[in-house]
């Protein structure tokens, strides 16, 4: 028995990359799920842009601080000025405290990844971005929740599988990698992000039966596709299928023998079932269900408490439930 303790879109065009001011309304433009990759690559498989921008840039302080250990590598490169982008350290640094300084460090990372390519295709090879620059502005993009950057999340993911496939080592595709395209869709405004985030998924899965251990799911991965379900949005059938999306990813960790859910797994699939279903008699016999695995796995703690405080209509149905498995109401 429980006793009670609480410890328990982008638009590419000629010469330029941008995100969109709005997400696309209609996942016939891009689908995550296809293989097919898009066009417009050069020699060196990368985009044929001359520039790389957002409309806005702002990422947190612990990315952007991903970003000074990147220019600061470059700083002191002979091609530096080259760059036209000076390694101004101190908007960089000002940037990890100043929220209005977080444009700065998004936008120069994606500058600086463009002209690093750029000087790549001149012949500067040891300025080519390898998968761990790519994976890092990956995350920043996710980290902005700036519209369209998921998609062109995506697209440098695009990137990376076209740049290995022709040969190119260097840029390894991995989960670390999807997980941060998934993470951007699911932080994205993008009505259909737990679709999105879904075919990331399937293509690991994919991956994975044909023998490509580096797409391995992790924990992160579920969990990620969960949190693109439950913080999805709009009318009852977007929201029924992101709630089905929610629950089979947290079935698959259930059935796994390589992944264990976590205390972030219930939190997330407690507010999936909060926010996507409607009614309350299902919502209610939903939660009972998965709060009899998340018992079992030991895994009870507050903030799952405080969403399933928000799930059933008053406390004294709440301890009701805990009775059910066991609990005898005590102050302990």
């Known amino acids: 028995g429980y006793d009670g303790g609480d410890s328990v879109d982008i638009r590419r065009t000629p010469g330029q990359w941008r995100?969109?001011?709005?997400?696309?309304?209609?996942?016939?433009?891009?689908?995550?799920?296809?293989?097919?990759?898009?066009k417009g690559r050069d020699m060196w498989g990368t985009s044929t842009s001359a520039s790389m921008s957002m409309n806005r840039g702002g990422v947190p302080p612990h990315t952007a601080a991903k970003y000074k250990k990147l220019l600061t590598d470059f700083s002191h490169h002979p091609l530096m000025n080259k760059l036209e982008l000076p390694p101004d350290l101190t908007k960089v640094e000002r940037s990890l405290t100043d929220r209005n300084g977080e444009q700065y460090a998004g936008e120069k990372a994606i500058q600086l990844l463009e002209r690093m390519m750029s000087l790549t295709e001149e012949g500067h090879?040891?300025?080519?971005?390898?998968?761990?620059?790519?994976?890092?502005?990956?995350?920043?993009?996710?980290?902005?929740?700036v519209r369209g950057a998921a998609d062109t999340a995506e697209q440098l993911l695009y990137d990376m599988e076209l740049m290995f496939d022709n040969g190119n080592d260097?840029?390894?595709?991995?989960?670390?990698?999807?997980?941060?395209?998934?993470?951007?869709?699911?932080?994205?405004?993008?009505?259909?992000?737990?679709?999105?985030?879904?075919?990331?998924l399937t293509r690991m899965e994919e991956a994975v039966s044909d023998g490509n251990i580096f797409y391995t799911p992790d924990?992160?991965?579920y969990n990620t596709v969960i949190s693109a379900g439950a913080n999805s949005f709009g009318n009852a059938n977007i929201k029924g299928k992101a709630f089905k999306i929610a629950l089979d990813a947290y079935k698959k960790v259930q059935l796994s023998q390589d992944v264990q859910p976590t205390t972030f797994t219930y939190t997330l699939l407690f507010k999936a079932i909060r926010k996507l279903i409607d009614s309350q008699h299902p919502k209610e016999s939903m939660a009972?269900?998965?709060?009899?695995?998340?018992l079992r796995d030991g895994l009870l703690n507050s903030h799952i408490l405080?969403?399933?405080?928000?799930?059933?209509?008053?406390?004294?149905?709440?301890?009701?439930v805990f009775k059910s498995f066991g609990y005898d109401g005590g102050d302990s």
């Open 288 to 294: 009972k269900k998965i709060l009899e695995n998340c």
């Open 125 to 145: 090879k040891d300025l080519s971005p390898n998968s761990q620059v790519y994976c890092s502005v990956i995350s920043a993009l996710g980290k902005s929740r």
């Open 219 to 221: 924990i992160i991965t």
């Open 19 to 38: 995100c969109n001011s709005r997400d696309r309304d209609s996942d016939s433009d891009s689908d995550s799920g296809k293989k097919g990759r898009p």
């Open 306 to 320: 405080s969403q399933l405080n928000l799930i059933f209509d008053n406390p004294d149905k709440l301890l009701t």
């Open 170 to 200: 260097e840029m390894q595709p991995n989960t670390i990698v999807f997980n941060s395209c998934i993470d951007a869709w699911a932080k994205s405004s993008f009505v259909f992000k737990a679709d999105k985030a879904n075919g990331l």
